[in-house]
């Protein structure tokens, strides 16, 4: 159990105070529409963007789950977080088409390349993985930290998980609901430096206590390579090649939780610069996140600390190792990590309900109307999640791998639908569609039949289980890709003019002069600065 101190009540009353200030400045800058509410008035700059892509990716699953993964299995699970040359590829490439489009969401950039049909059923698969990966493994993870880090087991007959992951959703979403996609951003620029520095401390702190990183490399030294054999059961080299580039694409250039904060730019040049931005902030996780993980291996390995699963390696350094007046700063840290992701999720679950859905059948509906359903169709998809929890042990034993998994079924088919459409024009609406449906059925097959893995076997249908993950899910953008490609030889494609501005060879001439227009060496240097850093870190732990 964590004693906190005077000064770790200081801290984390500072931290809620700074909060509501945020809140009321964003609630005093009253929504006028969809836009202000869901985009924050389409007038963000390249900081507030950059720490709120940030701010929503890393979440508390990052804290407790990449930790639990560098604990388990050490630097396989780091491709994910060494991805920021993909989010260069959404400031670079994607930016100039989804933010002239001036759309709200991804399903309907995709209804203006293919047809309604795609929108509404992207809507659909988005909306999954909201319940399946962002809320069930935030609140979870949410959970199992704070009770970990109190050491509290139960308040009034019931597990003091669900109440502090509970309490925190509701904390969220009181501000989510008042202040909108401004007090989101806003806030994330709040949350990402006391998230980074909470994480730091355990560190530099769990360094100190273990002997220095000789001693982790020499404790973790079957785990430190990034490329594994490719016979490698669980991280194949292929697999994690291939296969992290597919869920990394979709993650960070076609999924509305991501793409939201750029489509709220001033214009295109802030938009490409909150990604750089993005880009930097992204190759820390390995260092704040993953490798207190392998710290506390070896901290394990020396009798010094002590935890039940790999899960629980970060909450177990904070309850164990922090001194007194520090535990405030990194607790801090894990509520920013809970309710940027929370937020984030809440606004753009929203955001897809309201404008793909409701809007769509009810066009009618006033702006008013139109939040109040957004906000409630939030509720409903939170409530979701939080009753799939149960079912997430059957499918990983660790909360990140379990993420990777399920966001392998979901990203080849949209993954194969976005860059095939932006690729050709040839690529037929109807195709697009097949794609969508094609990819998410194969997907869910697999996802339904996981949790009877043990009597599937020796089955006919035992491969489709026992494939590796990643592997099936090259396997599944394969696939889409070539059911798009047949389909698109016999069904008619989209007009020239239905396609301005939709495809590479279709980019209006004005876009393409604002792009070079806002370009200077700075965007070079940093692009290449973002680029050096990652192949340094590839090449150190080869």
């Known amino acids: 159990m964590v004693e906190l101190s005077t000064l770790d009540w200081l801290v984390l009353a500072g931290f809620f105070i700074l909060l509501l200030g945020v809140v009321g400045m964003s609630m005093r800058q009253k929504e006028e529409d969809t836009a202000d509410y869901f985009l924050a008035g389409r007038n963000a700059s390249w900081l507030v963007i950059g720490a709120s892509i940030f701010a929503s990716n890393i979440g508390s699953e990052h804290l407790v789950g990449l930790s639990g993964s560098g604990?388990?299995?050490?630097?396989?699970?780091?491709?994910?977080?060494?991805?920021?040359?993909?989010?260069?590829?959404?400031?670079?490439?994607?930016?100039?088409?989804?933010?002239?489009?001036?759309?709200?969401?991804?399903?309907?950039?995709?209804?203006?390349?293919?047809?309604?049909?795609?929108?509404?059923?992207?809507?659909?698969i988005s909306l999954v993985s909201y319940v399946l990966t962002k809320v069930a493994v935030t609140v979870y993870a949410g959970g199992i930290a704070f009770k970990t880090i109190l050491g509290i087991d139960s308040i009034w007959g019931i597990d003091f998980f669900w109440i502090s992951a509970l309490g925190l959703v509701i904390i969220t979403g009181i501000y989510t609901v008042l202040g909108g996609m401004k007090a989101i951003m806003w806030t994330s620029v709040l949350q990402t430096p006391v998230l980074i520095i909470g994480s730091v401390v355990i560190l530099v702190v769990g360094l100190d206590q273990v002997g220095g990183w000789s001693e982790v490399e020499r404790i973790n030294d079957a785990n430190l390579h990034l490329i594994r054999s490719a016979s490698d059961v669980d991280f194949p080299w292929p697999g994690i090649i291939f296969g992290s580039f597919i869920i990394g694409f979709w993650y960070w250039c076609t999924d509305q939780y991501i793409v939201q904060r750029v489509l709220s730019a001033k214009g295109i040049k802030e938009a490409r610069r909150g990604t750089m931005f993005a880009g930097y902030l992204k190759l820390l996780p390995v260092f704040i996140f993953l490798f207190p993980g392998m710290i506390a291996v070896a901290l394990k390995e020396k009798g010094i600390i002590n935890y039940a699963s790999a899960d629980q390696a970060f909450p177990t350094l904070v309850a164990e190792l922090l001194p007194s007046g520090v535990k405030g700063i990194v607790i801090g840290g894990l509520v920013a990590a809970l309710m940027s992701s929370l937020a984030s999720l809440f606004n753009s679950s929203a955001t897809l309900f309201t404008i793909d859905f409701y809007k769509k059948f009810k066009p009618e509906s006033s702006e008013k109307h139109l939040l109040k359903v957004g906000r409630i169709a939030t509720i409903v998809i939170v409530i979701l999640g939080i009753l799939w929890i149960p079912v997430m042990s059957l499918i990983a034993d660790v909360l990140y791998e379990y993420l990777q998994s399920v966001q392998s079924l979901i990203a080849p088919g949209i993954a194969a639908v976005f860059l095939l459409g932006l690729v050709s024009r040839r690529i037929t609406p109807a195709a697009g569609y097949a794609g969508l449906v094609s990819g998410f059925v194969l997907g869910m097959i697999r996802l339904v039949m996981l949790p009877f893995k043990d009597s599937l076997a020796n089955t006919s249908f035992a491969w489709i289980v026992e494939m590796n993950w990643l592997y099936y899910c090259i396997l599944l953008f394969v696939l889409v890709t070539i059911i798009m490609?047949?389909?698109?030889?016999?069904?008619?494609?989209?007009?020239?003019?239905?396609?301005?501005?939709?495809?590479?060879?279709?980019?209006?001439?004005?876009?393409?002069?604002?792009?070079?227009?806002?370009?200077?060496k700075w965007d070079y240097i940093h692009t290449v600065g973002i680029l050096g850093i990652t192949a340094f870190i590839y090449i150190r732990f080869w």
Request: glycine share 6%.
């Open 71 to 124: 604990a388990q299995s050490g630097m396989a699970l780091a491709h994910w977080e060494l991805q920021s040359w993909i989010i260069l590829l959404l400031g670079w490439v994607f930016v100039p088409f989804y933010w002239s489009s001036k759309v709200y969401t991804m399903p309907e950039f995709l209804e203006r390349r293919y047809n309604s049909a795609s929108r509404t059923f992207l809507s659909v």
């Open 485 to 520: 490609i047949v389909v698109s030889m016999f069904t008619k494609a989209a007009s020239e003019e239905k396609l301005q501005g939709l495809t590479f060879r279709t980019l209006g001439k004005g876009t393409m002069k604002e792009v070079v227009d806002g370009l200077d």
